[in-house]
């Protein structure tokens, strides 16, 4: 692969991003939670150069990526809740895996399920180029496998430079940790993964929800325990001088000087990216308590698979 092209947020950078997946290659481009490594989910082909670029594991299904809430519903087939769902939180942090209609994705996306992860993003950049392809655009994380994820353009070049085709440039993710998932028992909904919607504003529109643990279920192959990790060891709840502080515990890196857990979740990845250049080859990367609540629920559940054994 040659260069990786980078591309300005504009009419033509997006232009050309779209050439691109049209034309089967893998492009970087932005949400508001994190850069996204997108291939045209209709191409197998394409599909298969995510996987080769992460070296990801194949058992590992890819969400799609739609424009709006109608291209999603044409994708899956959502029970009563997940409309509820839909028109709360779509555009925004939000995925949901429901079966498939029809084969209208190439097998690799699911890695054989016969249900597909769908969301439509909120980042205005994100969502012209779903726009502009005009087809369902599978896409992970852009980084390495198993490394933290990117929430700024230069995060994605220092983990994929040359390994993919360009990356759009839409400044830094708003929003800074992944979607959070849901799945469905019948009309049921199921917490998959926690992220930047909140277990409690799920509960506000749908009433109580169940929880799958992350690390033991099937239905979420991706849930590895070891993930977003960062090259140093990570240890949680380090009160005493921790590299990474939050609140009134400080740190060497502050996620947020006034605890607040928005602006923590949003300097998340940064923060550890930072860390793992201040401390020392086999040093620990310490972190401050993050009170287990709202998003503070996605951030340690982060923490704690960047701390998890590998
Ligand atoms: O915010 C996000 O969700 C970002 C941006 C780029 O959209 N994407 C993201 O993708 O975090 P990824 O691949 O890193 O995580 C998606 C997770 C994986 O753990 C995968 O196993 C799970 O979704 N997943 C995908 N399809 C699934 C399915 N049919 N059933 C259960 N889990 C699924
Ligand atoms: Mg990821």
Redesign the pocket.
């Known amino acids: 692969m040659s260069a990786t092209e980078r591309l300005m947020a504009d009419d033509a950078g997006i232009a050309r991003a779209a050439t691109l997946l049209r034309a089967g290659q893998v492009v970087a481009f932005p949400t508001e939670t994190v850069y996204g490594l997108g291939a045209d989910a209709t191409d197998a082909a394409a599909v298969a150069r995510i996987f080769a670029a992460k070296d990801r594991p194949q058992f590992n299904p890819l969400i799609v990526h739609v424009p709006d809430v109608s291209a999603a519903q044409a994708l899956i087939e959502l029970p009563q809740s997940g409309m509820m769902l839909a028109e709360a939180f779509w555009p925004g942090p939000l995925t949901m895996v429901a079966p498939m209609r029809g084969h209208q994705v190439a097998d690799l996306v699911t890695a054989g399920l016969d249900t597909l992860g769908v969301r439509v993003p909120a980042h205005p950049v994100g969502v012209a180029l779903l726009r502009a392809v005009g087809r369902p655009i599978a896409a992970?994380?852009a980084?390495p496998s198993g490394r933290v994820?990117p929430t700024l353009a230069n995060h994605v070049l220092e983990g994929l430079d040359n390994r993919i085709s360009a990356v759009l440039d839409g400044g830094a993710c708003p929003v800074g940790l992944?979607s959070t998932i849901v799945g469905f028992d019948a009309d049921m909904p199921v917490m998959l993964r926690p992220g930047g919607v909140t277990q409690e504003a799920l509960e506000a529109v749908v009433g109580r929800i169940g929880i799958r643990q992350t690390g033991a279920s099937i239905s979420a192959p991706g849930q590895l325990a070891s993930h977003y990790a960062p090259t140093a060891r990570v240890r949680m709840d380090v009160v005493d001088d921790p590299v990474i502080g939050f609140g009134s515990v400080a740190g060497h890196v502050q996620l947020s000087e006034t605890a607040d857990l928005a602006e923590a979740a949003a300097n998340l990845f940064m923060a550890l990216r930072q860390a793992d250049a201040l401390v020392p080859v086999n040093g620990v990367i310490t972190v401050a308590p993050i009170p287990d609540k709202e998003l503070g629920v996605a951030i340690n559940d982060r923490l704690r698979r960047a701390a998890a054994p590998r």
Do not use: I
Request: glycine content about 0%.
């Open positions: 992970p994380s980084n994820s992944e």
